[in-house]
């Protein structure tokens, strides 16, 4: 981008026109059936079966003794033939009230548990009996229900085991006390439910939290007990569809050395213009901040002070949000003392008290303390432009991608499913700890799973890379920097391990988004690894009597510098979407040449994908994120449409039903500066195009494919190629739909794409670059977006057909070799100019 060539982002208006959408009808191969006798593979199972059923009459007798009436009934496991897939829709009758309650994975093989009442079971059994009647075959001469029967191997009484989500090995021992996370069907009744089982948990033993987490299918409570107590509580009181082992905080205290002055923050302060009180807010979540220091108390009143627990009070006690504090105002404040130019800040800062100590939250749900320290900072402020920023977070990464109490939460409250309130969240992506694994880097990354909540799909989830690698010789002789200048840093965790081969899923969200400044590590030339002052962030000190500035890094500074920038896009462009703001941040980021030599070194698409699971889609610009410049524009379109809806159609038999389907897509014509990319001809130009939505999560562990996706709906962008009309756009677009939702890999994709297809549509945001000649870009002015499945669609009976998704759509054209200004030849193209920049 050219210097001293700012120009505010062009936003678009009515650019887009709604088209009825529905995918091409195709027919798509049969899944691969596994080879059996059906003789005796119908007769065991069908033995199985009357065993799990003796089974049945014992639990329900136990139930009816405990005096408790739900609807009695029995937990059935079915597991699959190993390597085959199981089709476990067709395990669930809404009519019979047999449900689905959880899938997982063991051993290379899936187990799927549903919950079957009271006189259920013999839907089965007649399953069972027609496969094992040769004069109910198919017209094919195919034995009756073989999709389904032949893939299962067993048939079994479900045990705690068949409900547990996490790893077996961290399930606890017999007789050992401990919180679960217990995620309860949600029924009709989803209060009476809770009541239900915190009442009756107690005569078990069980010591029932009194607040409760809603998802659209779930309740989750915590509750305390024994293995013993918690397989007593599934046999009797029918309620439980999974079992999860509540997550620990990790909690980023630093106690290092001041390496600043006192006389430093007046200089700083001198300079400094402060904004007034209607602008931006970043909401920290963390351990308090302690607004008296200096350059704190400017911008963060105590009326925005706020705690969990009013036993704790407001300040901060242990640092690390004081320390966070100080990074969302200024950044590094290295940058803001080397120099002596006037700065401005924009935004300021409020802080919810999350956390006190080691310890203090125990038993509790962190994903009910982030919704409640959430509402005290909109009580006490109702209207306010907020980015909330979170960097506590688990200590671990054994989720892989699956959704969490927390983040599922975290997806509500960003998408506004319970209040219509959209939030931007600002979330760590976790650290490697402790630093001596960083002596294994970069290897040691790759297997760090990014940590809980990190894998929330609305939230733009930040990891860490660095660009110190200066150490004193003097005072460290023979130091190297473990991570190089501009590479991934040695303590951010990836989502690598997200890409797994296993049956269940492995399209798990592109995270982290994107990787800002976190610190570096030095080895020492005996191999002692540490966090050296020069490799370090420099921030705000929560004692600031005593000392003024303290060291700081990891992903909470990454995440913390993130929330600033996201802060400085709000106060600028004072109309855009909580949506639109994370799409900025994403389109603006680039890769740096080291993370470009390390993951794309041939430069193929899986490597592109490679790449992005490790360092995101960059280093964002705040250059890039506020302006454009003459031959480098950025076109912003906020908008919506209805993804699906309602339809009447015949059946085989000739009857009426109703059915839901997709419905809309949107076609946007973008204003477009042909005929300058015409006369550029050959010269290189690149286009990048970025789509951002929020999902609302429905987090229950059914396999999370077709019908009991998490997303409720998912958007998907295409653009039109130079040599297609408009007509054949539509139809290509059309038929990628239809293959994505029968998971068919999306063919003939455009070479020209860096990403592609199969990777950018993971997620809830989707950025991609095309490169190539300017003649041909020229004729690429259209861009769809449509809908892709989502339980909106799948579960019909939630009704959220009913909504409409909106999006923001980023499109930028940058000609960095060519004197050209296309900024001014698309707002000729534009008839009323819209003004944007509000600040």
Same mark, same amino acid.
């Given at each position: 981008?050219?210097?001293?060539?700012?120009?505010?982002?062009?936003?678009?208006?009515?650019?887009?026109?709604?088209?009825?959408?529905?995918?091409?009808?195709?027919?798509?191969?049969?899944?691969?059936?596994?080879?059996?006798?059906?003789?005796?593979?119908?007769?065991?199972?069908?033995?199985?079966?009357?065993?799990?059923?003796?089974?049945?009459?014992?639990?329900?007798?136990?139930?009816?003794?405990?005096?408790?009436?739900?609807?009695?009934?029995?937990?059935?496991?079915?597991?699959?033939?190993?390597?085959?897939?199981?089709?476990?829709? *067709?395990? #669930?009758?809404?009519?019979? *009230?047999?449900?689905?309650?959880?899938?997982?994975?063991?051993?290379?093989?899936?187990?799927?548990?549903?919950?079957?009442?009271?006189?259920?079971?013999?839907?089965?059994?007649?399953?069972?009996?027609?496969?094992?009647?040769?004069?109910?075959?198919?017209?094919?001469?195919?034995?009756?229900?073989?999709?389904?029967?032949?893939?299962?191997?067993?048939?079994?009484?479900?045990?705690?085991?068949?409900?547990?989500?996490?790893?077996?090995?961290?399930?606890?021992?017999?007789?050992?006390?401990?919180?679960?996370?217990?995620?309860?069907?949600?029924?009709?009744?989803?209060?009476?439910?809770?009541?239900?089982?915190?009442?009756?948990?107690?005569?078990?033993?069980?010591?029932?939290?009194?607040?409760?987490?809603?998802?659209?299918?779930?309740?989750?409570?915590?509750?305390?007990?024994?293995?013993?107590?918690?397989?007593?509580?599934?046999?009797?009181?029918?309620?439980?569809?999974?079992?999860?082992?509540?997550?620990?905080?990790?909690?980023?205290?630093?106690?290092?050395?001041?390496?600043?002055?006192?006389?430093?923050?007046?200089?700083?302060?001198?300079?400094?213009?402060?904004?007034?009180?209607?602008?931006?807010?970043?909401?920290?979540?963390?351990?308090?901040?302690?607004?008296?220091?200096?350059?704190?108390?400017?911008?963060?009143?105590?009326?925005?002070?706020?705690?969990?627990?009013?036993?704790?009070?407001?300040?901060?006690?242990?640092?690390?949000?004081?320390?966070?504090?100080?990074?969302?105002?200024?950044?590094?404040?290295?940058?803001?003392?080397?120099?002596?130019?006037?700065?401005?800040?924009?935004?300021?800062?409020?802080?919810?008290?999350?956390?006190?100590?080691?310890?203090?939250?125990?038993?509790?749900?962190?994903?009910?303390?982030?919704?409640?320290?959430?509402?005290?900072?909109?009580?006490?402020?109702?209207?306010?432009?907020?980015?909330?920023?979170?960097?506590?977070?688990?200590?671990?990464?054994?989720?892989?991608?699956?959704?969490?109490?927390?983040?599922?939460?975290?997806?509500?409250?960003?998408?506004?499913?319970?209040?219509?309130?959209?939030?931007?969240?600002?979330?760590?992506?976790?650290?490697?700890?402790?630093?001596?694994?960083?002596?294994?880097?970069?290897?040691?990354?790759?297997?760090?799973?990014?940590?809980?909540?990190?894998?929330?799909?609305?939230?733009?989830?930040?990891?860490?890379?660095?660009?110190?690698?200066?150490?004193?010789?003097?005072?460290?002789?023979?130091?190297?920097?473990?991570?190089?200048?501009?590479?991934?840093?040695?303590?951010?965790?990836?989502?690598?391990?997200?890409?797994?081969?296993?049956?269940?899923?492995?399209?798990?969200?592109?995270?982290?988004?994107?990787?800002?400044?976190?610190?570096?590590?030095?080895?020492?030339?005996?191999?002692?690894?540490?966090?050296?002052?020069?490799?370090?962030?420099?921030?705000?000190?929560?004692?600031?009597?005593?000392?003024?500035?303290?060291?700081?890094?990891?992903?909470?500074?990454?995440?913390?510098?993130?929330?600033?920038?996201?802060?400085?896009?709000?106060?600028?462009?004072?109309?855009?979407?909580?949506?639109?703001?994370?799409?900025?941040?994403?389109?603006?980021?680039?890769?740096?040449?080291?993370?470009?030599?390390?993951?794309?070194?041939?430069?193929?698409?899986?490597?592109?994908?490679?790449?992005?699971?490790?360092?995101?889609?960059?280093?964002?610009?705040? #250059?890039?994120?506020?302006?454009?410049?003459?031959?480098?524009?950025?076109?912003?379109?906020?908008? #919506?449409?209805?993804?699906?809806?309602?339809?009447?159609?015949?059946?085989?038999?000739?009857?009426?039903?109703?059915?839901?389907?997709?419905?809309?897509?949107?076609?946007?014509?973008?204003?477009?500066?042909?005929?300058?990319?015409?006369?550029?001809?050959?010269?290189?130009?690149?286009?990048?195009?970025?789509?951002?939505?929020?999902?609302?999560?429905?987090?229950?562990?059914?396999?999370?494919?077709?019908?009991?996706?998490?997303?409720?709906?998912?958007?998907?962008?295409?653009?039109?190629?130079?040599?297609?009309?408009?007509?054949?756009?539509?139809?290509?677009?059309?038929?990628?739909?239809?293959?994505? #939702?029968?998971?068919?890999?999306?063919?003939?994709?455009?070479?020209?794409?860096?990403?592609?297809?199969?990777?950018?549509?993971?997620?809830?945001?989707?950025?991609?670059?095309?490169?190539?000649?300017?003649?041909?870009?020229?004729?690429?002015?259209?861009?769809?977006?449509?809908?892709?499945?989502?339980?909106?669609?799948?579960?019909?009976?939630?009704?959220?057909?009913? *909504?409409?998704?909106?999006?923001?759509?980023?499109?930028?054209?940058?000609?960095?070799?060519?004197?050209?200004?296309?900024?001014?030849?698309?707002?000729?193209?534009?008839?009323?100019?819209?003004?944007?920049?509000?600040?």
């Amino acid at each position: 981008m050219p210097e001293n060539d700012r120009r505010p982002h062009i936003v678009l208006a009515e650019t887009g026109a709604t088209e009825p959408f529905r995918p091409t009808t195709r027919r798509i191969s049969e899944a691969e059936l596994a080879p059996r006798n059906r003789r005796q593979h119908g007769r065991r199972l069908l033995t199985e079966l009357r065993s799990a059923e003796e089974a049945a009459q014992q639990v329900i007798q136990e139930q009816r003794a405990f005096g408790v009436d739900v609807g009695n009934g029995l937990y059935l496991e079915f597991e699959a033939e190993a390597g085959f897939e199981l089709p476990t829709d *067709k395990l #669930e009758s809404a009519r019979q *009230k047999i449900e689905l309650v959880a899938i997982n994975e063991r051993d290379g093989k899936v187990h799927a548990t549903v919950f079957v009442p009271e006189g259920g079971l013999v839907r089965f059994e007649r399953l069972l009996e027609d496969y094992n009647d040769p004069r109910r075959d198919t017209s094919k001469q195919r034995p009756k229900n073989e999709p389904l029967i032949a893939q299962i191997e067993h048939i079994r009484a479900a045990a705690l085991d068949a409900l547990w989500m996490d790893e077996p090995a961290l399930i606890p021992p017999p007789g050992q006390r401990i919180w679960w996370e217990v995620w309860l069907r949600a029924g009709q009744d989803r209060q009476a439910n809770f009541e239900f089982f915190r009442t009756h948990g107690a005569h078990i033993g069980l010591q029932v939290r009194d607040r409760y987490m809603n998802f659209p299918e779930r309740i989750v409570v915590a509750a305390r007990g024994t293995r013993e107590q918690m397989s007593q509580s599934m046999r009797l009181l029918n309620l439980i569809a999974e079992l999860r082992k509540p997550k620990d905080t990790a909690e980023f205290f630093v106690d290092l050395q001041p390496n600043e002055q006192a006389a430093w923050v007046q200089e700083l302060l001198a300079r400094t213009q402060f904004p007034g009180t209607n602008v931006p807010h970043i909401c920290l979540l963390d351990t308090g901040v302690s607004n008296q220091h200096p350059l704190i108390a400017p911008v963060l009143a105590a009326a925005d002070l706020h705690t969990n627990n009013p036993a704790w009070g407001t300040a901060d006690q242990f640092g690390h949000g004081t320390q966070m504090a100080g990074l969302s105002i200024y950044g590094d404040l290295v940058d803001a003392l080397a120099v002596n130019t006037p700065i401005a800040i924009q935004h300021r800062l409020e802080s919810v008290k999350l956390l006190q100590a080691r310890g203090a939250n125990q038993g509790e749900q962190y994903g009910d303390l982030t919704r409640e320290a959430v509402a005290r900072a909109e009580v006490a402020a109702p209207g306010r432009s907020r980015v909330v920023c979170m960097a506590v977070s688990s200590k671990d990464g054994r989720d892989r991608g699956r959704p969490s109490s927390w983040s599922a939460t975290i997806d509500g409250l960003a998408s506004g499913a319970e209040d219509q309130t959209r939030r931007l969240f600002i979330v760590a992506a976790g650290n490697v700890e402790p630093r001596t694994q960083w002596a294994d880097y970069p290897n040691r990354n790759t297997v760090e799973g990014i940590h809980d909540p990190g894998q929330a799909w609305n939230a733009l989830t930040v990891g860490a890379f660095t660009a110190k690698v200066n150490i004193d010789q003097a005072a460290f002789p023979g130091w190297i920097p473990i991570a190089p200048n501009g590479d991934l840093a040695p303590m951010s965790s990836t989502s690598q391990t997200w890409e797994s081969s296993g049956q269940v899923r492995n399209s798990w969200p592109l995270k982290p988004d994107v990787v800002y400044e976190g610190g570096n590590g030095g080895r020492s030339p005996e191999g002692q690894i540490d966090a050296l002052a020069s490799l370090s962030l420099l921030t705000t000190h929560h004692q600031h009597l005593a000392r003024s500035f303290d060291l700081f890094g990891d992903t909470s500074a990454a995440t913390a510098v993130a929330a600033q920038l996201s802060a400085q896009i709000q106060a600028e462009y004072q109309a855009f979407w909580p949506e639109t703001v994370r799409a900025l941040a994403v389109h603006s980021a680039r890769w740096t040449s080291a993370m470009l030599a390390r993951y794309t070194p041939n430069g193929t698409k899986s490597q592109y994908r490679h790449l992005i699971r490790h360092c995101g889609f960059g280093v964002p610009s705040q #250059e890039r994120a506020l302006w454009s410049a003459g031959n480098a524009l950025t076109l912003i379109a906020q908008d #919506e449409l209805r993804p699906f809806d309602e339809f009447e159609q015949l059946t085989k038999e000739g009857r009426r039903s109703r059915v839901v389907r997709s419905r809309d897509m949107r076609l946007h014509a973008i204003p477009w500066p042909a005929e300058i990319l015409q006369g550029l001809g050959n010269i290189p130009v690149s286009m990048r195009v970025t789509l951002s939505y929020f999902v609302e999560p429905n987090p229950a562990s059914r396999g999370w494919t077709r019908r009991y996706r998490y997303e409720s709906h998912g958007l998907r962008f295409d653009v039109k190629r130079s040599l297609e009309t408009v007509d054949q756009f539509r139809h290509r677009i059309n038929l990628h739909a239809q293959q994505e #939702e029968q998971g068919i890999p999306v063919e003939g994709d455009d070479t020209n794409w860096l990403v592609g297809q199969r990777a950018r549509h993971l997620g809830s945001i989707h950025s991609d670059i095309w490169s190539g000649i300017a003649a041909d870009l020229a004729e690429r002015g259209h861009i769809a977006v449509f809908p892709a499945l989502g339980w909106w669609r799948e579960r019909k009976h939630l009704e959220g057909w009913r *909504k409409t998704a909106r999006y923001a759509l980023i499109v930028s054209i940058e000609a960095p070799d060519a004197e050209v200004d296309l900024y001014a030849a698309v707002m000729a193209k534009i008839a009323v100019p819209v003004e944007v920049r509000l600040s």
